[in-house]
């Protein structure tokens, strides 16, 4: 499975004014809905709202990802919004919000993981992400994930990542206090450094 097979074009926004973390949570809830897999929208909300009482999901850049894994959700989905003008998105925040991924996960597995994973990898090239910012199409957003998608891992499924039996294999310990989304960060930092 690919990033881009689990976005429709209905569930990006671009330019979206919102004032508030409320807002913005309101609107990825709707852009979530329009894949249909969400059984129960104000279960999905809570779950997002409980998992931002943890940490934020803001990441840096300008970029944060908001994720919830909940019973309410049949099948895995992303949406994503950008924001006409930048946002506090949680007041801890060192930066403000302006490109925003929602991921909806089912609640049995470690789905949510790897798609987080490969998010994160692919928000490591700043090219990329302005790339996203500079789209002016749901379509032309898409395709930019696809093409970096595909320049990054190929074919590979973000589900299925096999270890190479070639070569170096490198362990590095990460911890964070912000969440998993900056261990992949780091992971990414460190294949770029290498």
């Given amino acids: 499975m690919r990033i881009t097979e689990l976005f429709t074009a209905q569930s990006i926004a671009l330019d979206e004014a919102a004032a508030d973390q409320a807002q913005i949570i309101d609107r990825l809830v709707e852009l979530q809905a329009t894949h249909g897999n969400i059984t129960d929208r104000e279960a999905y909300k809570k779950a997002l709202y409980a998992r931002e009482a943890e940490a ?40 403000k919000t302006d490109l925003l991924f929602a991921i ?63 070569g170096y294999r490198v362990l590095a310990v990460t911890a964070c206090p912000n969440g998993i989304a900056h261990t992949y960060m780091a992971a990414e930092a460190l294949t770029k450094a290498g």
């Fill in 104 to 166: 909806a996960a089912p609640e049995n597995g470690s789905l949510h993981i790897d798609m987080l994973a490969r998010m994160m990898q692919m928000l490591m090239n700043d090219d990329f992400v302005e790339k996203l910012r500079a789209a002016k199409t749901p379509a032309e957003f898409l395709a930019a994930i696809d093409v970096q998608e595909d320049a990054q891992f190929g074919e590979e499924s973000f589900t299925q990542q096999e270890i190479p039996q070639q």
């Fill in 56 to 95: 934020s999901t803001y990441v840096d850049n300008g970029i944060t990802v908001p994720h919830a894994r909940t019973a309410c959700v049949t099948r895995p989905s992303l949406a994503a919004m950008r924001l006409a003008a930048p946002v506090q998105y949680n007041a801890e925040d060192d930066g």
